[in-house]
């Protein structure tokens, strides 16, 4: 009895031991957005109460959670608020130190956490956002990315009457459409067959008395998911270009530079495989125009994949972070259908399988044209220019090819 009751004993105290290592953090990442918020977020395995407090000059985020072995204990920070955050492991819980360049309000700084989302593979999360004092905090804990901190839009400069006040909305046909509506006059006929265009300019621009109008191409909202490449139709959008350089490496590297030739090589592997293809640019142009605003800029895109009644729409770019140490692939997707989330992981799974980089996973951003385009779309970044090792890696052939062979087998296995 004495045995079998040490036996009891010994399993019970391993199982509450194991219960009490079941939280443990596998990564600290940090970011810095526009508006110099410093995000740091820490990984963790399972669901882990946490605290903020201030300790003098050093704000302090306690995770009840054990610090993963691989977790270095400091890692540098560029930003204005801190130069570097230590992850102090204090047994039972671990303690993510920020020493501070300048004394914070209590009311500038935020924590709060992700839950854990099997759909993309993201684990539980403890987000703390520290706000620098001429910052005000808009954020209502929702997700945003760490570390892709510039906007997807651009660098181009802008109207100042970027907002928009009414839309313009051209509807496209289909083919039968477009028989049955033979008997409409020729001239108009004509006029029609001008626009047809790859980047679909004609469509996009609005009228110079209407400048503050934005033209909204409608297709007929069908698409197709299944049954194969040949015969999809597919629009490619090469991120920024023309005015727009995107994001710039350290040697003077433009992102459009670097998205415009995947695309080409993307294109060409697709309509091998019998797919028709589109493309939203295929030189270093703005696709609305010299002088667009963002709003306009983008729409122009979505408009292209909307004009051809596209069954998917793929937008390639590279990405950038004040942290020159983060790298990776990732493909972002808005759930406005059921089949962008798969999409998105077709890519994203041949990507991370075959590059030793990073693998950042699938995320869920609002991003205007995969938003707003009515079939199923994804945002891709390829890389970062930012990493010195990955900007090399961007400039080769190589790469360039063996990322475009890959998204197209992902597309190709989405369709399968």
């Known amino acids: 009895m004495r045995k079998i009751f040490l036996l009891t004993l010994l399993a019970c105290c391993m199982l509450l031991g194991a219960v009490a290592q079941a939280a443990q953090i596998t990564d600290v990442k940090w970011g810095v957005n526009k508006a110099d918020v410093l995000r740091i977020v820490v990984d963790v395995t399972d669901t882990a109460g946490y605290a903020v407090d201030m300790e003098g000059d050093t704000l302090n985020l306690t995770v009840n959670a054990d610090k993963g072995a691989q977790l270095p204990h400091s890692k540098a920070v560029k930003s204005s608020l801190a130069d570097s955050l230590k992850i102090v492991d204090k047994g039972s819980y671990t303690v993510v130190r920020v020493p501070l360049k300048q ?100 469509e996009t621009k609005v009228n110079k008395s209407d400048a ?77 125009g010299p002088n667009a605003s963002d709003a306009e800029e983008l729409q122009a895109r979505v408009n292209v994949g909307e004009k ?56 869920q951003a609002n991003f205007y044209v995969i938003k707003r385009i009515s079939m199923p779309a994804v945002l891709v970044e390829m890389c970062f220019i930012s990493n010195e090792k990955e900007l090399t890696l961007m400039k080769g052939q190589w790469f360039q090819k063996k990322t475009a062979r890959l998204i197209a087998e992902g597309i190709e296995k989405y369709f399968a």
């Not at 590279?318 to 020159?324: A, G, L, R």
């Open 103 to 202: 004394r914070l309000l209590e009311k500038s700084y935020k924590a709060f956490v992700l839950k854990k989302d099997p759909a993309t593979g993201r684990p539980f999360r403890v987000v703390l956002d520290v706000m620098p004092r001429q910052a005000s905090y808009s954020g209502s804990g929702a997700a945003t990315t760490v570390v892709s901190n510039r906007p997807v839009v651009s660098n181009r400069p802008t109207k100042n009457n970027s907002s928009i006040k009414k839309n313009i909305v051209i509807k496209t046909s289909t083919a039968a459409d477009k028989k049955a509506d033979k008997k409409k006059s020729s001239s108009k006929n004509k006029n029609d067959n001008k626009k047809n265009t790859a980047a679909a300019k004609t």
């Open 308 to 363: 051809y009644n596209s069954d998917m729409f793929v937008s390639l770019h590279v990405n950038s972070s004040v942290n020159k140490n983060v790298g990776g692939f990732s493909t972002y997707y808005y759930p406005k259908t059921d089949n962008d989330l798969r999409l998105a992981k077709n890519i994203q799974n041949k990507l991370a399988a075959n590059f030793g980089v990073d693998d950042l996973g699938v995320r």
């Open 212 to 288: 503050d109008k934005l033209a909204v191409i409608k297709g007929n909202g069908r698409f197709r998911t299944s049954g194969g490449l040949d015969g999809k139709i597919i629009t490619l959008d090469a991120g920024h270009g023309g005015s727009d350089p995107g994001a710039i490496g350290s040697d003077g590297t433009k992102e459009k530079n670097i998205t415009l030739p995947i695309a080409k090589m993307l294109k060409e592997i697709l309509e091998d495989k019998g797919a028709k293809v589109y493309m939203t640019r295929t030189t270093d142009v703005d696709v609305f």
